[in-house]
Structure formats: structure tokens, C-alpha cells
């Protein structure tokens, strides 16, 4: 994952209630840092699972799986 998509990431959880994760190559990282999320080193193809900690959350949750459908919105 290049800086552009990890910075609108960190955005999109900026917001949150409580902690959000990336989980991807047997490694979980705080969504809301950019430097975290492009030590993943997820390439495409790769397994991504985000993690919530509140439900109040689950808009945020949203709002990055469709980030992520549209190819960060690259597409």
C-alpha cells in the first residue's frame, strides 16, 4: 500500500470512538498511523482485516471496505 491510501485511511479512523486495526501478513497495526499502516507492506492480493473496538464504530468500518472496493478510488 502506497502513502496516499494510508494517509485517507488514517483519515477515515481520525474520527473514531476508540482504537481501529489493520491486521494483514500476521501483523496488526494502528489504523490511524500512516508510518503503521505502510509497514504492513500489503501489495495487492494481499488479506486485509479490520478490527473495531466499538460498535459506534461501524460507519468507519464501512467507509474503508468501500475504500478498499474501489481500489482507492484509483480505479
Do not use: Y
Not at 483519515?11 to 505502510?38: F, G, Y
Not at 500489503?42 to 464504530?57: C, P, R, S
Amino acid at each position: 500500500m502506497h502513502a496516499r491510501p494510508a494517509s485517507k485511511i488514517a483519515q477515515m479512523v481520525d474520527s473514531a470512538h476508540s482504537d481501529v486495526w489493520i491486521c494483514a501478513n500476521s501483523t496488526k497495526v494502528d489504523a490511524a498511523s500512516v508510518i503503521d499502516i505502510l509497514t504492513l507492506g500489503a501489495v495487492k492480493g494481499t488479506k486485509v482485516v479490520i478490527e473495531i473496538e466499538n460498535q459506534e464504530d461501524e460507519m468507519i468500518l464501512d467507509q474503508i471496505f468501500d475504500f478498499f472496493e474501489a481500489g482507492f478510488g484509483e480505479k
